[in-house]
């Protein structure tokens, strides 16, 4: 038999084995390779050149860092049997793949309110009937219906493998040093009190530390003003996509993409048709980028002018604060477009106002648990003498206007 624990070298961690046959099987299927053609932060790289790096080395990390903590717990005398040991490897891994292309910047654009995790959930369920029911336990964990709760916490939580891999290989890649985490020793400090995840005291340090660099992480990279710019683009240039196909204009649009931008697809519709959800897995990064090199020789100006802006980093401006007044920026901005000839149908395309939003830890959702050592259990916020962990429960709420800079359309 042909082995199939097989080993990459990554960039992050060293070197990762795939524990399983089957996880191998998992890792070479169609929709997990996929992954490769899907970058990990969007339109990140037009900000920091570095950060190029796909789902697909995500998945593996996120698994690895499984392995690592289920290591651990064992290591502690926690019963786990080896087929939970590879369902929640299975689970991690396979947590992104509904991901789209460019990440979350179309999740909205292309699909009517459908989240990347409910796409996750169909094609985990799908590849449950491939596999003859082989997955049916991972589900459960992903889920949160299967009754060790930690196994889903593990999964999806403030402190998961998901968020531990993404903070060290984002931070890596971008090049943004504060975001880098001492994952292994918070790994090593997990333990389970009455089926739910803690970490142990002498771990206390680090998690304020993961939480700090998360907070840090998502001004600097997640939510940076110019990544802010350049998604803005992406979603005003198929704003314009499907208007101008409203329209009887006709454009060339790549196969696959072509369902999600001619229909409102709903989840319902992806439950209910095979077809939408077969046409998605064949989706990614490079069908955008086809079509947006397409576009900009479009007879549609405006469709055309955001396209090459976009393609040359010719890209919107910003401005952006707690408090900011948009509506007075909005109407200079407006009057401007006037002044340039653009038609007031036109003008929506060339500005949007947004906000943002970032906490550290949102601990009305769920809590990180701090196992102390005369063993109480208390929330991380009360654990910590920080005052500043305490803070980032708060949510820090930016409003924005994102508008193009010197526009030029001859008039009309």
Known sequence: MTNKRKIFNDPVYGFITIPSD????IVQHPYFQRLRRIKQLGMAELVYPGAFHSRFQHALGAMHLMNEALNTLQSKGLLIME?????????ILLHDIGHGP??????YALLKGVNHEAISLLLMEDLNKQFDGKLSLAIEMFKGTYNRSFFHQLISSQLDMDRMDY?????????????????ERIIKMLN????????????????????????????????????????TMVLKIFERVKDLIADGITIEIPRNLEVFIK????????????????NFIQLDDTDIWYALKSWQSHSDQTLSLLCKNLIERNLFKIKIEVGLNTEEIER????????????KSLQKY??????ISNSGYASQNENIKILMKNGTILDVSEASDLPTIKAMSNIVKKNYICYANDVYLPSI
């Open 22 to 25: 089957f996880i191998f099987e």
């Open 263 to 278: 229909e409102n697809i709903s989840l319902d519709d992806f439950k209910n048709d095979n077809k939408y959800l077969q």
């Open 350 to 355: 060339y500005y949007k106002i947004g906000n």
């Open 332 to 343: 200079g901005f407006l009057e401007k477009l006037h002044n340039k000839n653009i038609p």
């Open 192 to 231: 389970v009190v009455d089926n739910e995840l803690v970490v142990e005291e002498k771990g206390l340090l680090s998690v304020e530390n993961f939480l700090v660099a998360r907070r840090l992480m998502y001004w600097q990279v997640y939510l940076h003003k110019t990544s802010i710019c350049s998604e």
């Open 102 to 107: 460019f990440s979350h910047v179309l999740e």
């Open 167 to 183: 903070l060290n290989r984002d931070s890596f890649y971008s090049g943004v040093a504060e975001g880098k985490i001492g994952a």
């Open 83 to 91: 087929v939970e040991k590879e369902a929640a490897q299975v689970a």
